[in-house]
């Protein structure tokens, strides 16, 4: 089974890295558009644009489902890429809001882009306590390797009681540990490649067969993939 998996750039890696504990001998074909980054506050309209385009490339290279590794495009178009499609496609927020649901924890903090944040997906859909955060600087940070501890720190104090904290962004799990340093230890910090996992079924090949396709790739991206995948890979620009 060919698997699709798509982002803005690295952080859907995030979400590979995850399924490829549990399947580590699938095919695997990414797509991070890295030429169009951030998608973070970008538009419906744009989005979807940028989605569609990258659901055509998934159906030349003829891959069997489709995981949006995304928060935003998730949060703002799962319904309408999930009518258009015609490959099984799976979100990355469904799972999350379910596993939330199910949770014994009442007090949840959400950080995420702005778009995402907009979209209010985790408090229309979740009757608890859910506070929604705008993190803009992450996602730059991120991709740019380069830390401004300060920042971190600002978004980690707003959250001080909280039980719950949801990366909402699928580039997030790479500050985890920055984030923990400022956090209370007790708080639960949910992964939603993670949460995706109980959602979908992958039938392996005989071998694992990783290729990375971006729209742009650069010193700082080769590296910064390095870190998170530890399988070959083949990676292109496209
Ligand atoms: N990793 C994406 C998300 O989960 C997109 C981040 C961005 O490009 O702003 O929202």
Known sequence: MRVGIFDSGIGGLNVLKEVLKKYPSGEYIYYGDTKNLPYGNKSKEELLELSKNILDFFTLKKVDIIIIACGTVSSNCFYELKKISKISIYDIITPTISYLKSLEKEKIAIFGTKRTIDSHIFSKNIEKEVLEIATKEFVPMIEEDKYDLEIIKKYANMIKDYDVLVLGCTHYPIIKDKLKKYLQDNILIVDMGVC???????????????????????????????????????????
């Open 196 to 238: 995706l996992l109980d959602n979908i079924k992958i039938k392996e090949s005989n071998n694992l067969k990783i290729e990375l396709y971006f729209s742009k790739i650069d010193n700082t991206l080769k590296e910064n993939i390095k870190k998170i995948i530890k399988y070959d890979y083949k990676i292109y620009e496209v």
